[in-house]
């Protein structure tokens, strides 16, 4: 799996279908920046960018993850959160999803997605926000001063792991009344990146998505997958395995993450045809 990463790594600058993944978002020292990284667009690629140092953009770093954690692309989370930052009622502010204006805010929300439904240039058109979104933001509305507190006492006591835990035990805070759970390594992630709290451990920051794990079991298949390495090609349900394998995958990957694996099917010609084989 090292091989994986020396290969991304090279291509990275001189492929398309690679540096998509990374595009501004690596430092000198190749190190991910971080996907809302205030980096600069380009001609053909606009980026959402939070400033996670402002309570707000956290917020909606949590309501971008609720939203990803949603089916359908990644155009649709971001664009909704797009359309929550850019709204002249600030839609940002969790105050605007108290249960008296939370039919207002739902409303405009929407509005404003479809007059940005392009922003991002997606390769698939975005279709509409799900309207079992909405429900999951006013939960994490309502729920926020409780976060935020957890937040600063898992750094003070440097007790990230519980926290990740009592994140994953509140009931509404994703799409279909249900707990967040793959996208939670996302979050803390983007804060690390960021440096809002500098004692976020990286092994908690690896998103072992549904694309990661078809890249683990691309491997597996390729022999390519190193004994011990505390993966395996089943998505993890409980945090327990969730935390496990994040620690397995910033231990090969580092300060890169999930990023190489998440590039997997454009990194290698076979990735298609290998996967749809049976292990």
Avoid at 120 to 139: L, T
Wanted: charged share 25%.
């Amino acid at each position: 799996m090292h091989k994986v990463k020396q290969d991304f790594l090279e291509k990275c600058n001189t492929d398309l279908s690679i540096s998509k993944y990374v595009l501004g978002r690596l430092d000198d020292q190749k190190r991910y920046m971080g996907w809302v990284a205030n980096q600069d667009d380009t001609p053909t690629h606009n980026t959402l960018k939070l400033n996670l140092h402002q309570p707000n953009d956290q917020f909606l770093l949590y309501c971008l993850a609720s939203a990803w954690s949603a089916s359908g692309q990644w155009e649709n989370a971001a664009t909704l959160v797009y359309a929550m930052k850019s709204s002249q009622s600030e839609l940002s502010s969790p105050i605007a999803w108290s249960s008296d204006r939370f039919e207002k805010s739902a409303s405009e929300a929407k509005e404003n997605f479809y007059k940005n439904k392009d922003i991002f240039q997606p390769r698939r058109k975005v279709s509409k926000p799900r309207e079992d979104i909405f429900p999951a933001i006013r939960e994490l509305a309502i729920r926020w001063n409780h976060i935020q507190k957890s937040m600063l006492l898992a750094y003070k006591n440097s007790a990230w792991e519980s926290f990740v835990y009592e994140l994953r035990e509140i009931k509404g805070l994703a799409p279909g009344n249900r707990c967040l759970n793959i996208k939670v390594p996302l979050i803390l992630r983007e804060l690390r990146c960021q440096n809002v709290f500098d004692n976020i451990p990286g092994g908690l920051c690896c998103v072992p998505d549904a694309r990661v794990i078809d890249a683990i079991r691309y491997l597996k298949i390729k022999g390519r997958l190193e004994k011990g390495c505390n993966l395996s090609t089943y998505r993890p349900s409980d945090t327990k395995t969730l935390i496990k394998f994040s620690k397995a995958i910033y231990t090969i990957y580092g300060d890169l993450y999930d990023i190489p694996l998440f590039a997997v099917a454009d990194l290698y010609q076979d990735f298609k045809d290998v996967i749809k084989l049976k292990e």
